[in-house]
């Protein structure tokens, strides 16, 4: 998931630190989470709100069947 250039012309230096420190995040959830099928512990996706109100594909959650 890209950020829209045009979007990122108008922020402000810690606008874009921030949106990129999300996308970051989103990433790594991405990466974790991807062909899970068991979670060891508790299951927290948080802080994924993105300053042009783009929607986060969580379709990699999809394969988790137990959170233990």
Do not use: H
Not at 24 to 29: A, G, Q, S
Not at 58 to 68: A, G, K, M, S
Request: charged fraction near 25%; charge should be negative.
């Amino acid at each position: 998931m890209q950020p829209d250039p045009e979007l990122l012309e108008t922020m402000s230096e810690e606008d874009a630190i921030a949106f990129a420190k999300i996308m970051v995040r989103y990433n790594r959830y991405r990466d974790m989470y991807t062909n899970c099928a068991v979670v060891d512990g508790n299951l927290e996706i948080v802080f994924l709100t993105s300053p042009d109100n783009r929607t986060f594909s969580l379709d990699f959650l999809q394969n988790i069947r137990e959170v233990t």
